[in-house]
């Protein structure tokens, strides 16, 4: 899938998901969405910057300034009850998408 | 990794630049990973960094879109961290309050105290005397009274004839308009059911001279000075509203005045009543507001009985336009000789006229609730330290926790603000209820009053000064104790020792200031308390516990009279009288019933220059003896309860054709005839060489009060109605004494009027104890409101004495235990503690009374026969602290006489 069409929406999804884990800095998560895609998706950072200010802004995530492992001053961002909610509502409506888009791809 | 502390009050936002230069340390970050992460797997570090800025994409636009929504974020995060940590604030100090109940009730109860108090004065005091009056160039209108040196009429201010207005407007040029005026009762309305109306007679200029424009239709002008087209009337829009529901329509239309038509021309501007009677000098007896005004043609003759007011011309100073005033006394002089040094003149700006003589009692007042808000700050700051002390464990855990004195300031601040807010609640609340009391209550002798309302501002001012006082106050005990350690605290358990730490030291000089101020206001409310009690048991001639007195006015054209003439000129309020007295004698339950003009206490009273016989003539016609005139019924002393010293009533045998008689007062009779009989003795109104029939002496009465319970008896000289010689007819004062309570009596009485002329109104109906309880109206109030402030003062200083001494011995409980291990009775401990309590109250006294002194000196225009240091109210003051202070400390005292004796073994 081309990134360049990743779905605004889709990219949000992906980041939530990968807070999941825990609070992470803007380049883990980006490490995390290319791990678990195999290196289909790779994610540009201007977009992914983009969508994490925007969950911000819409308190599914907070912010704030860590020391990383390699001990730099980095971005974490934490997933917030709010964001969990979002999660889970965008998962369940991603899956019913997913199935109906196969359900017409399936040869019958 | 770090959590983000979560800051309260001090958040620093970030700004433009900073949320900028952030992301780009979080995207430098993130590239110099990559780059290092592709190094890691062998790409050389040129290519990798190549690599890593073509994964880029649109940054420019990510940092843009970045840009505007960190700051949306940034304002969204810092307001509600802000408001949560207020709120949070407020919650824990709310908490705090709830669980210290005492300290908060007291601290609220004793602010709202505070702020109602202020705010009230402040009401009072902005809407009498700092309110501009209500006419244009308010300071340019002054009012002419004469003024007599030689002679004490008992008052300062005195009326004027009528050919002073011609002879001012033709040759004193520092006026532009002068208008003399007078009060006259006016019976509005058909026949069958008249209202009275109170109405002044002014000359044309009157409204020029006043300032104010028309609400409706013109005013009068001096044209209508002459016949035929003074039968005009300006009503007060009150009137207007309520008798003729605002109709513009009514300019133009015909009423009736006292079975005259006239035409109303003009409604004057809302508000506008001038003259009332509170504002004016009290003997003219002005109504209480005026509610029209007819036009007057200055008389020529005719007794002195106009005030005067003038409008000074623009530039023309109160002073340069006295002088110019007074070159009509050489005018009056060339024209009447003989009066030759009686025909002084003053000029009162209207204002020093209309709240001069209330003005030292407001400020007083005002100086009483500066001291007692300055009494609840203290007690505020004693609180707060006594506070202070019982948390100094919870402070010292708190600061040890980290939390810095600016956030422990804040706690404070906050604690207060919460007191104060509801303290704000609960005084608005109290001063508005007060200022409609005050209206109730006061309006008939406070001058302005009745344009005086609520007024927020005065309410926000007080509550805006009061919270900083008290703020100050709270904060003063946290920064005193700052100083001391509080790690101190943690270690000894929080123990202070009274007489031993800072704060215990301050709370018994705080208290001690606390106890010396309330003895100030004690003793100033005990001043006026005694000089009122002077006032209404001084000797007022008269005593009528079911007396009542009311007024009728008869008008002109029924009852036609002129002045200057004997009885025999107007028969027909002769008749009515005389017809009116028979009727209500013969009310059941009536003991006497009397005419008498005036009745004490309650109107302007006539002077008279007389000549006894066999006196050598005065020096000069200036010097001509001087005594009051009233005119009276047979009765009269009776019904008023007033004794007859010597001699005999009026009675049937005095009319027009029998020998003229006079009754005197006792301060005339010992005046004129000292150690003799007064008794058939002559004089005849007039000067020496005039010639007026000769009036023998009948009876000697005692000495009537005449305007105020203050004054000093003047010689009287009492004559009857049916022989009268000399003033008008037309409004006359009744009293009846009855052995039933008069409120029974009164259709009866209105019945017996209307039963002579049902088209005459009963009007201004009093009792005795009434015109008593008015004259002393001003003085009843400044005595409750400073008694107010005395008994709140008092228990400010109680509720302060209270809370040091059972503080100190809570906090000596072990001694108090080793003492009752030690054989001392309950008795002893009681006796020890109250002593202390006392010990600080003496203190208090001592300096109280000092400064009471001084605070009386600054009343002693307020007090009648009580001087400044007063020993009764001094003492009294003492006793009264000293019984307080041994009520606070009792309590306290018992609980330090059960301490166990097995406390002396507890760990402190």
């Not at chain 2, 003053?346 to 209309?354: E, G, K, M, N, Y």
């Not at chain 2, 003589?357 to 100086?367: D, H, I, Q, R």
């Amino acid at each position: 899938m081309d990134p360049a069409n990743l779905l605004q929406g889709t990219l949000d999804v992906l980041v939530l998901r990968a807070l999941v884990w825990g609070p992470m800095h803007g380049y883990a998560v980006s490490r995390w969405i290319g791990e678990r895609t195999d290196g289909l998706l790779a994610v540009d950072y201007a977009p992914l910057y983009k969508a994490l200010h925007r969950l911000e802004r819409a308190e599914c995530v907070s912010a704030y300034w860590g020391v990383s492992d390699n001990g730099r001053r980095a971005r974490y961002y934490k997933l917030t009850a709010a964001g969990r909610q979002r999660l889970r509502q965008e998962e369940s409506a991603w899956r019913r998408y997913a199935a109906a888009i196969s359900r017409v791809l399936e040869p019958a | 990794m770090s959590s983000e502390p979560r800051r309260v009050f001090s958040l620093p936002r970030r700004s433009a630049r900073r949320i900028r230069d952030d992301f780009e340390r979080e995207l430098a970050f993130h590239i110099d990973m990559r780059v290092a992460e592709l190094v890691e797997r062998g790409i050389d570090g040129a290519e990798a960094r190549r690599i890593a800025s073509a994964e880029c994409g649109d940054l420019d636009d990510a940092r843009r879109y970045v840009g505007a929504i960190d700051t949306a974020t940034e304002t969204a995060v810092h307001r509600r961290l802000t408001m949560d940590g207020i709120v949070q604030e407020a919650v824990s100090a709310a908490r705090r309050l709830r669980r210290a109940r005492g300290f908060t009730v007291t601290a609220v109860l004793t602010l709202s105290l505070g702020i109602a108090a202020c705010a009230l004065m402040l009401n009072i005091v902005s809407g009498v005397l700092l309110a501009p009056l209500p006419f244009r160039d308010a300071g340019q209108v002054a009012m002419i009274w004469g003024y007599m040196p030689s002679i004490d009429l008992g008052y300062s201010e005195q009326p004027l004839f009528g050919r002073y207005v011609t002879t001012i407007r033709d040759n004193v040029t520092a006026f532009s308009a002068v208008a003399a005026f007078r009060a006259r009762a006016f019976n509005l309305g058909d026949i069958a059911l008249p209202e009275r109306l109170d109405g002044i007679e002014a000359t044309g200029d009157f409204f020029q001279a006043m300032g104010v424009s028309a609400e409706a239709g013109r005013f009068f002008a001096r044209a209508n000075e002459t016949p035929g087209s003074d039968r005009v009337v300006v009503i007060s829009d009150g009137l207007w509203r309520r008798r003729f529901g605002g109709d513009r329509g009514i300019v133009g239309r015909t009423i009736n005045l006292n079975a005259e038509p006239y035409t109303v021309i003009g409604v004057a501007p809302p508000g506008f009543a001038f003259p009332r009677g509170a504002e004016m000098p009290a003997d003219f007896e002005f109504p209480a507001k005026s509610d029209l005004w007819v036009p007057l043609r200055p008389p020529a003759n005719g007794p002195s009985d106009l005030a005067l007011v003038g409008r000074i011309r623009p530039g023309v100073t109160l002073d340069a336009a006295r002088t110019d005033l007074r070159r009509i006394e050489g005018i009056e002089e060339r024209l009447i000789p003989q009066g030759k040094g009686s025909f002084g003149t003053q000029l009162v700006a209207l204002r020093t006229q209309v709240v001069g003589k209330t003005e030292p009692m407001l400020l007083s007042l005002m100086a009483a609730v500066a001291l007692l808000l300055l009494l609840a700050c203290v007690n505020i700051a004693q609180l707060q330290l006594a506070q202070l002390q019982r948390r100094r464990r919870e402070l010292a855990i708190r600061s040890a926790l980290g939390a810095s004195h600016g956030r422990l300031a804040a706690a404070f601040v906050t604690e207060v603000l919460l007191v104060t807010t509801a303290a704000g609640v609960i005084g608005t609340t109290l001063v508005w209820a007060g200022m409609r009391l005050v209206q109730v209550y006061g309006t008939d002798r406070l001058p302005r009053l009745t344009d005086t309302a609520f007024d927020a501002r005065s309410a926000l001012a007080a509550l805006c000064a009061t919270a900083l006082a008290a703020m100050a106050a709270a904060l003063l005990p946290a920064w005193v104790a700052r100083r001391s350690p509080l790690t101190d605290a943690l270690r000894s358990g929080g123990r202070g020792l009274v007489g031993g730490s800072v704060p215990a030291r301050a709370r018994q000089a705080l208290i001690v200031a606390e106890l010396t101020l309330s003895v100030v206001l004690v003793a100033s409310a005990g001043l006026l308390a005694r000089s009122l009690s002077h006032q209404l048991r001084s000797a007022t001639g008269f005593s009528a516990p079911n007396g009542l007195t009311f007024e009728v006015t008869l008008p002109p054209v029924r009852y036609a009279e002129q002045q200057f003439r004997t009885y025999m000129e107007h028969p027909a309020a002769v008749q009515f009288f005389t017809a009116a007295l028979e009727r209500l004698r013969a009310v059941p339950g009536v003991q006497a019933a009397a005419i008498g003009k005036p009745l004490p206490l309650s109107g302007a009273q006539e002077a008279t220059v007389f000549t006894p016989e066999g006196a050598p003539p005065p020096a000069t016609p200036a010097q001509t003896p001087v005594a009051e005139y009233t005119v009276a019924s047979s009765q009269m002393f009776q019904a008023l309860g007033t004794t007859m010293i010597a001699g005999r009533d009026f009675d049937a045998t005095d009319h027009e054709n029998t020998l003229p008689v006079v009754i005197v007062n006792q301060s005339m009779a010992k005046w004129l005839w000292p150690g003799q009989s007064a008794i058939g003795k002559r004089i005849h109104v007039g000067l020496y060489d005039m010639n007026p029939p000769w009036m023998t002496v009948i009876g000697v009465a005692a000495d009537l009060k005449r305007y105020s319970l203050t004054e000093s008896p003047r010689p009287e000289m009492i004559v009857p109605y049916t022989q009268k010689p000399y003033p008008s007819f037309s409004t006359m004062q009744f009293v009846v004494r009855s052995t039933t309570p008069v409120a029974q009596l009164l259709p009866a009485l209105r019945g017996a009027i209307a039963g002579v002329d049902p088209g005459i109104p009963v009007s201004r109906v009093r009792t005795i104890g009434d015109l008593v309880a008015e004259t002393s109206a001003t003085a009843r109030f400044a005595t409750a409101v400073m008694s107010a402030f005395g008994v709140s003062a008092l228990l400010l200083a109680m509720v302060g004495l209270y809370g040091v001494i059972a503080y100190g011995v809570q906090q000596r409980r072990q001694e108090f235990g080793i003492r009752r291990a030690l054989g001392a009775a309950p008795r002893q401990i009681v006796r020890q503690v109250v002593i202390e309590g006392l010990r600080l109250a003496a203190i208090g006294v001592v300096a109280g009374t000092l400064l009471s002194v001084v605070a009386g000196r600054v009343l002693r225009q307020m007090l009648y026969e009580v001087r400044a240091y007063d020993l009764v109210t001094l003492g009294g003051t003492g006793a009264v602290l000293a019984l307080a202070a041994v009520v606070a400390c009792l309590a306290p005292a018992c609980r330090a006489s059960l301490v166990e004796p097995k406390v002396a073994l507890e760990d402190a």
